[in-house]
Protein backbone atom coordinates (compact mmCIF):
# COMPACT_ATOMS: atom_id res chain seq x y z
CA UNK A 1 0.00 0.00 0.00
CA UNK A 2 1.05 3.34 -0.64
CA UNK A 3 -0.24 6.61 1.19
CA UNK A 4 -1.72 9.83 -0.79
CA UNK A 5 -2.83 12.44 -0.04
CA UNK A 6 -6.68 11.79 -0.35
CA UNK A 7 -6.71 7.71 -0.33
CA UNK A 8 -4.78 4.62 -0.28
CA UNK A 9 -3.08 2.62 -3.33
CA UNK A 10 -3.73 -1.17 -2.10
CA UNK A 11 -2.77 -4.13 -4.08
CA UNK A 12 -5.43 -7.33 -4.02
CA UNK A 13 -3.82 -10.14 -5.65
CA UNK A 14 -2.28 -8.89 -8.95
CA UNK A 15 -4.70 -5.71 -9.37
CA UNK A 16 -3.77 -2.12 -7.82
CA UNK A 17 -7.07 0.07 -6.80
CA UNK A 18 -7.20 3.62 -5.38
CA UNK A 19 -9.32 3.50 -2.26
CA UNK A 20 -10.33 7.25 -1.16
CA UNK A 21 -10.51 7.94 2.56
CA UNK A 22 -13.60 9.20 2.29
CA UNK A 23 -14.89 5.69 1.09
CA UNK A 24 -13.19 3.34 3.37
CA UNK A 25 -15.41 2.67 6.56
CA UNK A 26 -13.12 0.50 8.45
CA UNK A 27 -10.04 -1.47 8.54
CA UNK A 28 -9.83 -5.35 9.96
CA UNK A 29 -6.87 -7.28 10.91
CA UNK A 30 -7.09 -11.03 9.36
CA UNK A 31 -3.83 -12.64 10.24
CA UNK A 32 -1.45 -11.41 7.92
CA UNK A 33 -4.03 -9.27 5.69
CA UNK A 34 -6.04 -6.39 6.51
CA UNK A 35 -9.96 -6.50 4.90
CA UNK A 36 -10.98 -3.05 3.99
CA UNK A 37 -14.05 -2.53 3.91
CA UNK A 38 -15.41 0.26 0.99
CA UNK A 39 -18.89 1.73 0.80
CA UNK A 40 -20.84 0.75 -1.02
CA UNK A 41 -20.58 -2.58 0.71
CA UNK A 42 -17.21 -3.82 -1.02
CA UNK A 43 -14.59 -5.72 0.79
CA UNK A 44 -10.65 -5.75 -0.28
CA UNK A 45 -8.38 -8.40 0.93
CA UNK A 46 -4.83 -6.84 0.83
CA UNK A 47 -1.24 -8.42 2.41
CA UNK A 48 -0.40 -6.04 5.56
CA UNK A 49 0.24 -5.07 9.22
CA UNK A 50 -1.87 -2.77 11.17
CA UNK A 51 1.52 -0.93 12.21
CA UNK A 52 2.05 -0.25 8.66
CA UNK A 53 -1.80 0.49 8.46
CA UNK A 54 -1.28 3.16 11.32
CA UNK A 55 1.84 4.72 9.70
CA UNK A 56 -0.25 4.83 6.38
CA UNK A 57 -3.79 5.99 7.53
CA UNK A 58 -4.52 10.06 8.41
CA UNK A 59 -5.08 10.20 12.03
CA UNK A 60 -7.18 13.20 11.75
CA UNK A 61 -9.90 10.54 10.23
CA UNK A 62 -9.21 7.25 11.54
CA UNK A 63 -8.58 5.86 15.07
CA UNK A 64 -7.53 1.91 15.86
CA UNK A 65 -10.50 1.29 18.54
CA UNK A 66 -9.34 -2.47 18.75
CA UNK A 67 -5.86 -4.49 18.56
CA UNK A 68 -7.77 -5.45 15.28
CA UNK A 69 -9.71 -2.51 14.20
CA UNK A 70 -9.17 0.82 12.74
CA UNK A 71 -12.33 2.83 11.75
CA UNK A 72 -13.09 6.39 10.08
CA UNK A 73 -14.76 8.01 12.67
CA UNK A 74 -16.26 10.13 10.18
CA UNK A 75 -18.92 6.81 9.31
CA UNK A 76 -19.55 6.58 12.74
CA UNK A 77 -23.15 6.31 14.02
CA UNK A 78 -23.03 5.33 17.11
CA UNK A 79 -21.18 3.91 20.26
CA UNK A 80 -22.72 1.47 23.51
CA UNK A 81 -20.50 -0.04 25.61
CA UNK A 82 -17.55 -1.59 24.51
CA UNK A 83 -19.17 -1.28 20.94
CA UNK A 84 -19.39 1.18 18.12
CA UNK A 85 -21.62 1.43 15.10
CA UNK A 86 -20.89 2.21 11.45
CA UNK A 87 -24.65 1.68 10.27
CA UNK A 88 -25.48 -1.85 11.32
CA UNK A 89 -22.01 -2.89 11.97
CA UNK A 90 -20.83 -3.58 15.48
CA UNK A 91 -17.36 -2.62 15.82
CA UNK A 92 -15.81 -3.69 19.47
CA UNK A 93 -13.77 -1.18 21.52
CA UNK A 94 -10.62 -2.54 23.40
CA UNK A 95 -10.12 -1.13 26.77
CA UNK A 96 -7.34 0.36 26.14
CA UNK A 97 -8.64 2.36 23.22
CA UNK A 98 -12.11 3.42 25.33
CA UNK A 99 -11.13 6.42 26.49
CA UNK A 100 -9.27 7.79 23.66
CA UNK A 101 -11.97 6.70 21.32
CA UNK A 102 -14.98 8.21 23.30
CA UNK A 103 -12.61 11.54 23.18
CA UNK A 104 -12.15 11.50 19.43
CA UNK A 105 -15.82 10.22 19.20
CA UNK A 106 -16.59 13.91 21.51
CA UNK A 107 -18.26 11.62 24.14
CA UNK A 108 -16.01 11.26 26.77
CA UNK A 109 -17.77 12.48 30.13
CA UNK A 110 -15.78 14.78 32.35
CA UNK A 111 -15.83 13.55 36.07
Known amino acids: MDNSAEGLFIKE ?11 LLW ?15 RTRLTRNTMLKLNDQLPGD ?5 HKTYFVN ?9 SNLFIGQQKIPVGRI ?4 TEKRLSLHKTK
Open 73 to 81: ISHVTGISG
Open 97 to 100: YKKE
Open 27 to 41: AKAEGNYIALTIRPD
Open 61 to 65: HFIRV
Open 13 to 23: GRTTCFVPYTD
